[in-house]
């Protein structure tokens, strides 16, 4: 079993950055598609990013593009959100997720099988 731990979320001011870390343990995930969702409050978990196993590839939500990046360290078993030019609209819970299948990827949230227990972004104006 694999669990997955989010970090990085914090208060930030408009315009401002925060690095987001989903560090995994228990198995590798180097085989595994990874992706990032968010949760307004009142409102449901949304896709925002996802990553290839390779790393090589990327896909956004069009809300965070040019402005969030995926990347991935499989060595260290860890999947990061760079997230600049934060906006209000930002605001929510972050979490990451592990694609249910090897090698396939998607962004359905239905196509993730293990979810970390997320962390909270809170970006004022």
């Known amino acids: 079993q694999v669990q997955l731990v989010e970090s990085g979320g914090g208060l930030v001011q408009a315009g401002g950055s925060l690095r987001l870390s989903c560090a995994a343990s228990?198995?590798?995930?180097?085989?595994?598609?990874m992706g990032w969702f968010r949760q307004a409050p009142g409102k449901e978990r949304k896709f925002v990013a996802t990553?290839?196993?390779?790393?090589?590839?990327?896909y956004y939500t069009d809300s965070v593009k040019g402005r969030f990046t995926i990347s991935r360290d499989n060595a260290k078993n860890t999947v990061y959100l760079q997230m600049n030019s934060l906006k209000p609209e930002d605001t929510a819970v972050y979490y990451c997720?592990?694609?249910?299948?090897?090698?396939?990827?998607?962004?359905?949230?239905?196509?993730?099988?293990?979810w970390g227990q997320g962390t909270q972004v809170t970006v004022s104006s």
């Open positions: 997720a592990r694609r249910s299948e090897i090698r396939a990827w998607g962004t359905s949230i239905n196509d993730y099988d293990t």
């Open positions: 228990g198995r590798t995930i180097s085989n595994y598609a």
């Open positions: 990553i290839t196993w390779t790393g090589v590839s990327t």
